[in-house]
């Protein structure tokens, strides 16, 4: 089978910007031609030894013309949140997008946000999309389980894990963490640091051809009795250091689509939530009802010493989604695309050979 050679600029060098460049060196059909360095004492270091590893004569820069000047097929956008400027300067140079900052269909940003991105792609010919681990990756295989029903009912993703070890106070203070329980603004924090998870549930909605009513957000919380040490920051006594997230799809009075997130730090907790495993179930109701319970666990040969090390199989799961896009987007029409657009996304260029 004939192959296509992609050639791909990095954009930024994070926890999964690091995942996402060991990922594009070592598949026979990308081609990693340049990288983007997010802060000033990265540029002009190399992308290998800025992501662990070995020089692969590729330097970073914050010369964005430069980068795309080189024409890559797509940028692999991995900073935490979106920047519209950087995303509708690249789209508009004509390279396509994939992403993994908070971006599955657009409709939390501002309505002259979206519309931003989507010109940006109309001038220059190019696609974004956004998935992830969860969001994205979650709500694709809750798609494919569907596809074994006549009839749907609902569709339940619902997700559980001790993030104790999770260090990453920038994403976890907006979601709530770390605030005095009795916050009377807990909900609506929750609420806008949760948004992208709105975009997960209408992906799901249109995979079904649903319009919906409303979707809404639900909160419960749990504090700790005692000040939890995370590392870089923490929790203080009587803070919240659980969260449960119920994002909700309505049509009329019934819920259709459902993600749910439960998350904890600690052995104080109060409640102490007890957590139905690690990972996601999903639930198809409908003829027949499908159960799909998803975990993760290290390779055999991960050798992993350290939290630290495990963390980065996350990371992993977070940055493969949209680098197994790439194919398909490339291909797509201009716009804003989802996995209901695009053809099936598939693993190629990642099996072991020995």
Known sequence: MASTTYRVVQWTTGNIGKSSVRALTAHPNLELVGCFAWSPDKAGHDVGELSGGQPLGVRATGDVDALLALKPDCVVYNPMWPNIDELARILSSGANVVSSAAFITGHNLPDADRERIEQACRLGGSTMFGSGVSPGYAELLAIVAA????????????????????????????????????????????????????????????????????????????????????????????????????????????????????????????????????????????????????????????????????????????????????????????????????????????????
Not at 155 to 175: L, N, R
Not at 325 to 353: C, E, H, K, M, Q
């Open 147 to 354: 596809n074994a029903c006549d009839r749907v009912d609902r569709i339940t993703i619902a997700e559980s894990s001790d993030t104790t070890f999770y260090d990453s106070p920038d994403t976890e203070k907006p979601v709530g963490f770390g605030r005095p329980i009795d916050d009377p603004d807990l909900p609506r924090a929750t609420e806008q640091g949760t948004a992208v998870f709105a975009e997960a549930v209408r992906l799901v909605a249109d995979a079904l051809g649903v319009e919906l009513d409303e979707i809404r957000c639900v909160c419960d919380y749990a504090q700790t009795t005692e000040d939890l040490d995370l590392g870089s920051w923490t929790i203080e006594k009587g803070c919240v250091a659980g969260v449960y997230i119920s994002w909700q799809g309505r049509v009329g009075d019934a819920t259709v689509v459902e993600l749910t997130f439960r998350w904890r730090k600690g052995q104080t907790l109060e409640p102490d939530w007890k957590l139905d495993g690690e990972g996601w179930k999903i639930t198809i109701d409908g003829r027949p009802t499908v159960n799909m319970t998803v975990g993760f666990a290290p390779p055999l040969d991960f050798g992993a010493t350290t939290i630290a090390d495990y963390m980065v199989l996350g990371h992993i799961m977070t940055a493969m989604p949209p680098i197994h896009a790439i194919p398909a987007v490339v291909s797509a029409p201009p716009g804003i695309t989802t996995y209901n657009d695009l053809a099936l996304t598939l693993p190629r260029g990642i099996l072991r050979r020995n």
